[in-house]
């Protein structure tokens, strides 16, 4: 099953362009499946990357074409390139008159992390209703 690619088609991104993109930023490919298909049943585009070298690829190719997230979900722990990492580069590659996009934390570290200035973080195994609220406030979606 090849869903981690199917919606950076075209055609799918085409179809779903007035949806809001959202960037699922996670190793575990059960959690981006998962968070992938909730997203859709939600109304949102979901854009999925299993590291946070992935997920700068994509930023700026969508930033290069005026495409923006609505919001982030970021694991902390990966490999290649980590959660604190990505959102470093993040911020020092965002030059558009858009401020940044909100970032929910994923992680199991039950540690502080408000030393990485997210939206919001939610602690894995997490419910989906918490994270579809979280999402709703982050993009203004009813």
């Known amino acids: 099953m090849q869903l981690l690619h199917a919606p950076t088609l075209p055609e799918m991104i085409d179809k779903n362009s007035e949806r809001p993109l959202v960037l699922i930023v996670d190793d575990h490919a059960a959690v981006r499946d998962m968070l992938f298909w909730a997203l859709q049943l939600w109304g949102y585009h979901p854009i999925c990357a299993a590291n946070g070298q992935e997920a700068m690829e994509w930023m700026e190719k969508a930033l290069s074409s005026g ?23 993040m911020r020092a590659h965002w030059h558009t008159p ?45």
């Open 67 to 89: 495409r923006y997230p609505a919001a982030i979900l970021l694991d902390l722990l990966m490999p290649v390139v980590d959660g604190p990492k990505f959102l470093s580069r």
């Open 98 to 142: 858009l401020p940044l996009p909100p970032v929910v934390l994923l992680t199991v570290d039950k540690s502080n992390h408000a030393d990485l200035d997210c939206n919001d973080i939610l602690i894995k195994p997490f419910h989906l209703k918490d994270l579809c609220e979280i999402l709703k406030l982050l993009t203004n979606q009813s």
